[in-house]
């Protein structure tokens, strides 16, 4: 339960504070994958092909998707919504464990 709302704060309120006490290093910020696709969505709609040139990205890196996630694009994804994008990511993929059966043994965690 612990382990759950830290994830969310995290999310909804990006408290770096939480992941220093962990001592986890991070690239803020936080779901950089997601703001990476942003970044090449932007730069497609300035006419550019993300997986040649990616100039809204800040470090210069090209897309490193597959062109099937261009198909995404027209949902309008700027960076603004980079942690809604990544928390709607993690909480398809953990649902999709759940599902599937996998279980969480918290006993390893010490939690």
């Not at 092909?49 to 897309?63: E, F």
């Amino acid at each position: 339960m612990i382990f759950a709302v830290t994830i969310i704060s995290y999310v909804l309120f990006d408290i770096k504070f939480l992941i220093d006490q962990w001592n986890i290093p991070i690239d803020p910020p936080g779901f950089y994958d997601s703001r990476q696709f942003a970044m090449a969505a932007e730069s497609y709609y300035q006419g550019y092909d993300p997986l040649v040139t990616n100039p809204a990205n800040d470090r210069g890196m090209k897309l490193n998707y597959p062109r099937i996630w261009h198909v995404l694009f027209p949902l309008v994804v700027d960076q603004t919504r980079t942690n809604i994008m990544g928390s709607i990511i993690v909480i398809y993929s953990l649902s999709v464990l759940v599902s599937s059966g996998f279980q969480i043994n918290l006993t390893i965690l010490h939690i």
